[in-house]
């Protein structure tokens, strides 16, 4: 609203709804860059919004949106969904520690364990509030099983030799 002194006021209504529970099921659309990992199971809650914000102050802090690729492009939706379904988000454009507490704080994967209102105002007054550490699955390492034709597979070459033997 001014620059002099700063008073800045975010506003996206993307997804506006009007939540009278915690958590709403819809069937959801956003910008998926901005969007948290629930966003395929159409779950809206207050925690969405803080995901939001972490995306845009991790985009602000580090120079460039966390999705964005190395020639400037951003990542396609299916991708950034699928990255936020293995890893959490990569920081490490974000070189201030203080704002990286709060990126990583409003971008914890898990809804529940996300950053909200309480944790940001002991951010905001100079406290360093705790972060469930967010796991990391190298896309290698996953050790999802499929059956298929009576059979169990975890390699995804096995399973389409199968698809074409099937």
Same mark, same amino acid.
């Given at each position: 609203?001014?620059?002099?002194?700063?008073?800045?006021?975010?506003?996206?209504?993307?997804?506006?709804?009007?939540l009278d529970a915690s958590v709403r099921w819809t069937?959801?659309?956003?910008?998926?860059?901005?969007?948290?990992?629930?966003?395929?199971?159409?779950?809206?809650?207050?925690?969405?919004?803080?995901w939001s914000l972490g995306m845009i102050v991790a =985009?602000?802090?580090? *120079? %460039?949106? $966390?999705?964005?690729?190395? /020639?400037?492009?951003?990542? @396609?939706?299916?991708?950034?969904? #699928?990255?936020?379904?293995?890893?959490p988000v990569d920081l490490t454009a974000v070189s201030?520690?203080?704002?990286?507490?709060?990126?990583?704080?409003?971008?914890?994967?898990?809804?529940?364990?996300?950053?909200?209102?309480?944790?940001?105002? =002991?951010?905001?007054? *100079? %406290?360093? $509030?705790?972060?469930?550490? /967010?796991?990391?699955?190298? @896309?290698?390492?996953?050790?999802? #099983?499929?059956?298929?034709?009576?059979?169990?597979?975890?390699?995804?070459?096995?399973?389409?030799?199968?698809?074409?033997?099937?």
């Open positions: 609203r001014s620059v002099s002194p700063l008073d800045l006021v975010l506003v996206d209504f993307g997804l506006a709804r009007a069937r959801a659309w956003g910008t998926p860059a901005y969007s948290p990992p629930e966003l395929g199971g159409g779950e809206v809650s207050a925690a969405w919004d803080w =985009e602000l802090a580090g *120079g %460039r949106h $966390p999705f964005e690729l190395t /020639d400037g492009t951003m990542m @396609a939706d299916q991708q950034i969904q #699928s990255s936020l379904a293995q890893r201030d520690q203080r704002v990286a507490l709060l990126c990583r704080g409003l971008l914890t994967r898990d809804r529940e364990r996300r950053w909200g209102e309480n944790h940001v105002s =002991e951010w905001l007054a *100079g %406290r360093s $509030p705790a972060v469930v550490a /967010d796991s990391y699955v190298p @896309a290698g390492a996953r050790t999802r #099983s499929v059956l298929f034709g009576g059979a169990e597979f975890t390699s995804p070459v096995e399973l389409a030799m199968a698809f074409q033997q099937h």
